[in-house]
């Protein structure tokens, strides 16, 4: 039974995914892997690898925001030349917000752009924690009078920045997520407490190929595992199509960007 589930399985790929699904041999195997063609100092400079970073951010004055993976780790902001320009543990209850000015706020201050030598005490609203800290100071009531104090109470609350409750949130997250400073606050309405507004665009690296099935890896379900074919000016690699490789402009010179790999200079 077990055997014809799966011929089952691989019968219908080929309606699911509209293509062949067998695996192939690798299209072009000259090609690097892009592991392989990072580690050749004469074409590319490390500036930062992914080590305890969740995210790797180039901002618009081309400095650059390491964001680490755990909350013992500092946030720094560094040029690329490695050279350090502010760096701080945070608070990762409390919203870290960098605006389009270039100014950073976190631990409920504000750093001014660009070097974030000055610094500031500043309000900082997150509507959910005072919403949910009204709600369990009201325990003593009954769910229903619960609801009606709390209703009003957000009513009253926003009102005073100039919003108003918002209704079918998971639909309307684009009208519903607030992030933004209000009234010489920062205001935020939203689950996620980490925005950058002065955070430069990474591009999207062409591919000089169609991307190949290689295999298929086991899991809960079955996972197609396809190699992508790159070509950034005249390098070409190749790397799992998850890889998600991006290139960005600092200054005068082109990088490569990978979320697995970090941010190499192309030399």
């Known amino acids: 039974?077990?055997?014809?589930?799966?011929?089952?399985?691989?019968?219908?790929?080929?309606f699911l995914f509209g293509c062949n699904p067998f695996p192939e041999k690798d299209a072009h195997p000259e090609v690097l892997m892009i592991s392989d063609l990072l580690k050749d100092k004469t074409k590319f400079r490390k500036v930062n690898d992914m080590t305890d970073l969740s995210e790797i951010i180039v901002l618009k004055d081309d400095h650059i925001l390491l964001k680490p993976n755990k909350s013992q780790f500092e946030f720094r902001i560094i040029d690329v030349d490695n050279k350090l320009i502010f760096k701080a543990k945070y608070d990762w209850k409390l919203p870290f917000y960098i605006d389009d000015h270039g100014d950073l706020y976190f631990n409920r201050k504000k750093y001014f752009h660009p070097a974030y030598a000055?610094?500031?005490?500043?309000?900082t609203i997150v509507f959910r924690d005072s919403i949910e800290n009204k709600w369990a100071n009201l325990s003593h009531l009954s769910d229903?009078?619960?609801?009606?104090?709390?209703?009003?109470?957000?009513?009253?609350?926003?009102?005073?920045?100039?919003?108003v409750p918002c209704e079918y949130q998971v639909v309307n997250t684009e009208s519903c997520d607030v992030f933004k400073i209000k009234n010489d606050a920062l205001i935020v309405r939203q689950n996620e407490l980490f925005k950058v507004d002065f955070r430069k665009t990474k591009?999207?690296?062409?591919?000089?190929?169609?991307?190949?099935?290689?295999?298929?890896?086991?899991?809960k379900i079955a996972t197609p595992v396809y190699?992508?074919?790159?070509?950034?000016?005249?390098?070409?690699?190749?790397?799992?199509?998850?890889?998600?490789?991006?290139?960005?402009k600092i200054g005068k010179k082109d990088y490569l960007y990978s979320p697995d790999f970090g941010l190499y200079e192309i030399l």
């Open 1 to 14: 039974m077990k055997n014809n589930i799966s011929v089952l399985f691989y019968l219908c790929l080929p």
């Open 227 to 248: 190699l992508s074919y790159y070509q950034l000016d005249g390098l070409k690699f190749k790397c799992e199509d998850m890889v998600y490789p991006k290139s960005i």
């Open 118 to 123: 000055k610094m500031q005490e500043f309000k």
């Open 144 to 163: 229903s009078l619960r609801s009606k104090a709390v209703d009003e109470y957000e009513k009253n609350l926003l009102k005073s920045y100039g919003l």
């Open 203 to 219: 591009k999207d690296i062409p591919k000089f190929d169609d991307d190949v099935l290689i295999e298929w890896r086991n899991g």
